[in-house]
């Protein structure tokens, strides 16, 4: 659990940086990755892609949900 929580958070800190911000915070940046993985997962199984590794879709999930974010708050 523990290695989950901190690659979580890993592609929460890369995502906040990929989509050049300054992030949300630690620990935003973790759930981020956190929740990322499940969206992550989500859009992978979608286009039956079933393998791409925890990190790797975390930091997918984690960039989309940072994109959303964005726009939501430049609303």
């Known amino acids: 659990m523990i290695w989950h929580i901190l690659l979580g958070g890993l592609a929460g ?5 990929i989509i050049r911000g300054r992030g949300y915070g630690i620990l935003v940046d973790i759930l981020l990755g956190l929740a990322g993985s499940w969206v ?3 859009v992978f199984m979608h286009f039956h892609v079933y393998y791409m590794g925890y990190f ?4 997918v999930g984690a960039i989309i949900l940072v994109v959303i974010g964005r726009i939501i708050s430049s609303l």
Request: no cysteine; net charge neutral.
């Open 40 to 42: 992550g997962d989500m």
């Open 13 to 17: 800190f890369l995502a906040g940086k």
């Open 56 to 59: 790797l879709t975390s930091l």
